[in-house]
Structure formats: C-alpha cells, structure tokens
C-alpha cells in the first residue's frame, strides 16, 4: 500500500519507519533541517525498542510529489491541523483514510471539516518518544501501539487493511467500535500529565512517587474523566485509578511531548489540551480547580518563552 506519513516526528516516524521497513511505500512530509537529514542520512529511531536505521527514505516537503496514496497518518501539531488538511488534498483519492493521531479530542471533527468527513477515520497513538536531533528519534519506553476506527464503528476494509499492515510491521493496533472513547480515554491521561510534568518540569518518576505530585495527578485524572462523562461518552467510574495504574507502569524517564516543547522554548498545544478540558468543564457544569490553576500557570508559555517582568 502507499502510506504518507505527515509529520516525521515522535510519532510519524517510528510508525512510518516501522511500515517502510515490512515492504509498505511509505513517503513523509517533513520541512526543514529534519528532512534535509532523512534525504541526505535516512531516518534512525533508537529507545527502548531497540535502534534501527531506515536508508533510502523517501521524503519530501511536496505532497504533489507523493501523489494519491491509500493512507495517511496524519500527526501535525494541534495548531496545525485545517491548515496541513487543506495542503495534503493531492493525497486523496475516494478511498484514501486519513488516520488523525494528534493528541486530544477534536481533530477528527476539525480535519473533517477540510477534507470531508468520510475521508477521515480518527486514530489514537500510544507512544513516548521525540526528535533527538535532525533525522534520529529517540523513543522513551516500550510502547508502540496504534487504536483507530471509523466514526461509526463499522469494521470497513480500508481498517482491516490497515490493520493487517500493521501488524505485518510489527506494530500492536487494534480496530475500535468507539474510537471517540478510545480517544477521551487517552485525552484524560494525557491532558493530566502534560499539564502536570509541565508545571512541574519532571519526568514521570517524580511525578508518580513525590506524594504532593501523585495526588495532583489523580486530582487531574478524575477532573478531566468527569468532564468526558458530562460531554456524554462513556467513561468507566474507575477510570483515573485505572490510568494511574498504566501511569505507574511507564518509564520512569518518560515525558509528555507538550514538556519537550516547553523545555526547548516552542509553542504549546495547551489550548486543546487543559484548554479543551476546561471549557467543556464549563460548558457542562463540571469544575476542574487543580486542571484549571496549572492552565493558568501554563498559559504564558502558549506561545513560546515568556518574557519575565522586570524586577
């Protein structure tokens, strides 16, 4: 099959390497010093997987080069997203399914809103892992795991062939009945530890076993879970004890992607992050005091480093 991957990042590249290496043609979209590297070196990923070294990789900063494919996974920043969806329109054929693997809740809707919504078949990614430097990505933990599905659970060819894909490549990705769950499932762990290793500037380790930290963080899961049940999606009751578990079971040197961003001075997703949570916790009556102090000690950095008062 012909898979473009948008974005080679933490995301885009270990799963786009893993589909080029079992035999897919696989293209990535990518900009800058990133693709200048991949063109020139290939694409490495090392972690806790293992290292391997992707040659020949086939990148470009043009989806006009690229040309109809089958799939696309789709993984530009928040900030980004009707914008990359407009550009990638010569991708699409009347088949092609655009796997959304962004975090939070909203980009299935929004992308759908540019290319159509039965182009687009929303996808959760489970993974750790960032741009080391131009053309190597570095993967924190073990996980590699890919959750997608149609907007109306029906199990269509197009994901079953993904999913076969996938596995071929040794990826773990299941097909869901209710992705929109599978998708606040994640929005609700992530939103907790992106907005709390932010704050805080930890990694994973700290934030689990300091007892000031790991009650913040199960603060944060249980407010972000009430807003999901007030939206109406069905969230089990004990869902924040269950993501604490999976939580407690991460590397200890595991770091949320929005924390990379704001360590190294880029903008933040935080508007549809801890953003999101909060404005649906209003629109539903649902308060969300821990969530709601750390968005207000985030929102200086949205944009990049803030500049500090004069003292």
Known sequence: MRIAVIGAGGVGGPFGSALARSGEDVWFLARGAHLDAMRKSGLTVTGARGEFHLDNVQATDS?????????????PKLWDVETTGL???PLLDSHTGVVTLQ???????RLASVIGREAVI???AVINAAIEAPGRIQQMGEYQNLTFGEFDGIESGRVQALLA???SAGIEARISANIIKDLWEKFVFLVSVSSLTAASRQRMGYIRTDPDARATLMRLLSEVAAVGRAHGVPLADNLAETRLAMIDGQNAESIASMTIDLLRGNRLELPWLAGKAVALGIEHNVETPALQALLGALKPYTMGPAELPKV
């Open 165 to 167: 894909s996938c596995e």
């Open 122 to 124: 929303p996808g959760v």
């Open 87 to 89: 550009a990638i329109k």
């Open 103 to 109: 975090n939070g809740v909203d980009a299935p809707d």
């Open 63 to 75: 989806p006009e080069e690229i040309g109809k494919v089958d799939f696309v996974l789709f993984t």
